[in-house]
């Protein structure tokens, strides 16, 4: 007999695991375990989905006529999966362990370096062929390269699956229709309806026990609403592909105050889809065919289309590929130095910049935040004031329904903080008031001036951005996307550089106080 262990981000009837188990003689073990619902202090909500979710598909494997033991949250409980399949074997031994390549460098370096020596039997470990690339592909596509971009290997990848193209060519006759895709929102079209979920039995459960056992936690179980099972998640695709997709690709880059437009503003035209997809409730090629399929039936325009399937074909894989090439040495990169702790108001949302309240009430409602929040807003302001890399790299890990190290930790530490020395992308995401007030309506609503960098009330992240380029001159001045932004520094009289640097530093000696 074996013993299948199936992780709490592996919720796929597709997965690897179970095409390497017969239900015949081997069994499946899956487990909620205090290591993994602890080892950052995740959002109560993207707990509850685990739990729930995790609930939910060994039932499902139950009916599929799979045996499955479960083991329940319990503070008396096994504290780690190894310790869960070390009392599963002594209730029932097994020849082999077999599971699928886990989605984080820490618990995969357990399971190489300890599962085979302290629980004494063989260990099978499947390439999660889930996703598109394998991190021996990615590895095999880096090769000789000089630059890792994004757009090569997407393009790679659309070859490889075939989406939207025809004759080896891309359909639309280019390969990246992103131009089109930088509007802010003025309520050209209306909102989309929301789409809610009613909590079984298993759900209410689930949110008692998270309040109970995680009560530190942040965030707050009584706005949850994430689906937590493989119906529910087909559900948000097509709630997502008819009322959302049409519109994706042009909003994408807007962001709009809940002052203005209520509930609506925290998701605007974006998927919702992260969670499921990775968790294994939804797996990447169905998501992408459903949007290539909504292009080829004329309800979805070509840009929309291409400019989800590329986040997810594109984006999402590239970042995987990034963490396993580099992991463990990608972690640890602070290229720029930073030492800033994360200021607190990342933990209780309180501030008066209209922008980051919005991004951060959305994070604690939610455990989501749309993409341009988490770049340009909370990611934007950990960068401008140069906050230490592992601190909020941490808090990403912690407060999104989506998050795991493999997605997360590029994200953050490459793309937003430019910890890993451009190897994610050639110049950072920095940008001042001005980026936030042509994508948003937030300066409206604000307390601070967003045309003023260096007066008393100016908005803080124009003069943090002008202290950003000071300080980081050595390492930007001469990167050819940035020439414009340093020439226009020195276009100020240096009066009015002192005066704005001054407002920085007086931002950065209070930070909590904004
Ligand atoms: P949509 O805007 O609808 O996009 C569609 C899908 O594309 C997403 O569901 C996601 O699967 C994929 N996608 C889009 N952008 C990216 C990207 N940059 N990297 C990987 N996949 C992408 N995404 C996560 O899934 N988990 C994370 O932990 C995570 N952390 C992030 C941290 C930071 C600092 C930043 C800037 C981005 C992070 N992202 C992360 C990427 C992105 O913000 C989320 O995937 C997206 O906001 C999820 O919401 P959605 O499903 O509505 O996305
Ligand atoms: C995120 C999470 C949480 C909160 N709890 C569990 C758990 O109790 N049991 C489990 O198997 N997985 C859980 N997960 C997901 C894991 O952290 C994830 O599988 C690993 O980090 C690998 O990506
Ligand atoms: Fe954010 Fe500045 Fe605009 Fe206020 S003025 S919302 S702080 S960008």
């Known amino acids: 007999m074996k013993l299948g262990i199936i992780l709490g981000d592996q919720l796929s009837l597709s997965l690897p695991t179970l095409r390497g188990l017969d239900p015949k003689h081997d069994r499946i073990l899956m487990a909620e375990v205090r290591q993994e619902a602890t080892y950052v202090q995740h959002h109560k909500q993207k707990i509850a989905l685990l739990f729930s979710a995790m609930r939910h598909f060994a039932h499902s494997l139950q009916q599929a006529g799979w045996e499955v033991e479960y083991v329940y949250y319990s503070p008396s409980g096994p504290a780690s999966l190894q310790q869960a399949i070390a009392r599963s074997l002594q209730q029932q031994p097994a020849t082999d362990l077999v599971l699928t390549r886990c989605g984080e460098y820490r618990l995969q370096q357990m399971i190489d370096q300890q599962w085979p020596q302290q629980l004494n039997l063989p260990v099978t470990v499947y390439e999660d062929d889930r996703f598109i690339a394998s991190p021996a592909e990615f590895a095999h596509w880096a090769q000789n390269r000089k630059q890792l971009r994004m757009e090569y290997f997407y393009r790679d990848m659309r070859r490889k699956t075939g989406l939207l193209m025809e004759a080896g060519q891309p359909l639309g006759g280019q390969w990246n229709f992103d131009q089109e895709n930088r509007s802010a929102y003025k309520g050209e079209v209306p909102l989309p309806p929301p789409l809610t979920f009613e909590h079984d039995d298993i759900d209410q459960q689930v949110l008692h026990l998270v309040d109970q056992e995680f009560p530190d ?147 604690f409602s939610h455990a989501y935040a749309h993409h341009i929040q988490r770049l340009m807003v909370t990611g934007n302001f950990a960068l401008l004031t140069g906050v230490e890399p592992r601190q909020i790299c941490d808090w990403y890990l912690a407060v999104y329904a989506d998050a795991y190290d493999w997605v997360e930790l590029p994200n953050t530490l490459g793309m937003v903080m430019h910890a890993d020395n451009g190897l994610l992308g050639s110049k950072p995401y920095c940008a001042s008031g001005r980026y936030i007030d042509r994508q948003s309506d937030y300066c409206r609503h604000c307390h601070y001036d967003v045309k003023s960098a260096e007066q008393e009330n100016s908005c803080p992240f124009n003069s943090l951005y002008w202290h950003f380029l000071d300080r980081h001159r050595a390492v930007f001045s001469r990167n050819p996307r940035m020439t414009m932004m340093y020439r226009s520094f020195e276009r100020m009289t240096s009066e009015k550089q002192q005066a704005v640097l001054q407002r920085a530093e007086f931002c950065l000696a209070q930070l909590d106080q904004l």
Not at 234 to 247: D, M, S, T, Y
Not at 270 to 289: A, K
Not at 308 to 335: C, K, L, S, T
Not at 347 to 359: D, K, L
Request: net charge positive; aromatic share 12%; charged share 15%.
């Open 217 to 363: 936690h942040p965030g707050d179980t009584a706005t949850f609403c994430w689906g937590t099972t493989r119906a529910q998640a087909r559900q948000a695709l097509k709630h997502f592909i008819r009322h959302r997709l049409p519109h994706f690709g042009r909003y994408q880059d807007a962001m709009v105050s809940s002052q203005s437009l209520g509930a609506g503003s925290d998701t605007l035209f974006h998927s919702l889809l992260s969670p499921y997809l990775n968790c294994g409730l939804l797996t990447p090629m169905e998501v992408c065919q459903a949007a290539a399929q909504a292009y080829q039936e004329g309800g979805v325009p070509i840009a929309a289309a291409e400019g989800f399937i590329r986040q997810i074909i594109g984006w999402r894989e590239f970042v995987r590929g990034i963490y396993w090439h580099y992991m463990p040495d990608y972690a640890g990169q602070n290229a720029l130095n930073n030492t800033r702790d994360l200021p607190a108001m990342y933990w209780h949302g309180n501030t008066r910049m209209h922008c980051m309240q919005e991004a951060l009430r959305n994070t």
